[in-house]
């Protein structure tokens, strides 16, 4: 969803009743929200259109962004790209044989690909929890824990705020909701 605007069928399976009746932090108050605003853009039915424009709104240009992807235009003192943080993030990938898939064509500090790299963290973990390899849980959840720290949960939960505040669709807005919760019950888990 925030790598590229979804096709009709991704939107459909996102916009599943049945799906979001599963999300899994549906306690947390801007997780509600953001089910019920993807809800609201079924129930609507924005159309791909839409919401493709949307996205290119929010993420793309050509006019100004409305909320920049990459964590180094929303942390570097000039707000640059490709700049510190981007070095930073690539090296965090690395460490676990990683690498964005455009290497020195598009930043490696994109929300959706640091997302993707929590991801596989995470699937990682739970590899060596099948695996009772306490030593490589524990490399990946310090990994885990210093990713949010260092770079996820400094800047994210901005370019989402502005991602609920530019966007034109329900779709979008409950994306940002959903990531809202999402990072806030991270913090409280991985960082309290």
Same mark, same amino acid.
């Given at each position: 969803?925030?790598?590229?605007?979804?096709?009709?069928?991704?939107?459909?399976?996102?916009? !599943?009743?049945?799906?979001?009746?599963?999300?899994?932090?549906?306690?947390?108050?801007?997780?509600?929200?953001?089910? @019920?605003?993807?809800?609201? &853009?079924?129930?609507?039915?924005?159309?791909?259109?839409?919401i493709r424009t949307?996205?290119?709104?929010?993420?793309?240009?050509?006019?100004?962004?409305?909320?920049?992807?990459?964590?180094?235009?929303?942390?570097?003192?000039?707000?640059?790209?490709?700049?510190?943080?981007?070095?930073?993030?690539?090296? @965090?990938?690395?460490?676990?044989?990683?690498?964005?898939?455009?290497?020195?064509?598009?930043?490696?500090?994109?929300?959706?690909?640091?997302?993707?790299?929590? /991801?596989?963290?995470?699937?990682?973990?739970?590899?060596?929890?099948? /695996?009772?390899d306490d030593g490589e849980?524990?490399?990946?959840?310090?990994?885990?824990?210093?990713?949010?720290?260092?770079?996820?949960?400094?800047?994210?939960?901005?370019?989402?705020?502005?991602?609920? !505040?530019? &966007?034109?669709?329900?779709?979008?807005?409950?994306?940002?909701?959903?990531?809202?919760?999402?990072?806030?019950?991270?913090?409280?888990?991985?960082?309290?």
């Amino acid at each position: 969803m925030l790598l590229a605007a979804p096709p009709a069928a991704v939107l459909g399976q996102v916009r !599943d009743p049945g799906l979001l009746a599963h999300w899994p932090l549906p306690d947390h108050p801007e997780c509600r929200r953001g089910v @019920a605003l993807l809800g609201e &853009s079924a129930t609507a039915r924005e159309a791909e259109a839409k919401i493709r424009t949307d996205y290119n709104r929010l993420f793309v240009g050509p006019e100004r962004l409305k909320a920049p992807p990459y964590e180094s235009v929303h942390r570097s003192p000039d707000h640059l790209v490709f700049d510190r943080e981007t070095l930073e993030v690539r090296a @965090a990938y690395a460490q676990f044989g990683l690498a964005a898939p455009r290497l020195n064509q598009e930043p490696d500090d994109h929300i959706g690909l640091e997302l993707g790299f929590l /991801a596989t963290l995470c699937v990682l973990g739970l590899d060596a929890i099948e /695996a009772d390899d306490d030593g490589e849980l524990a490399r990946v959840l310090d990994a885990l824990v210093a990713f949010l720290r260092d770079h996820v949960l400094r800047w994210a939960s901005r370019c989402l705020t502005q991602v609920a !505040d530019g &966007s034109a669709t329900y779709f979008y807005q409950g994306v940002a909701a959903l990531g809202l919760g999402t990072f806030a019950r991270a913090r409280e888990t991985f960082l309290s």
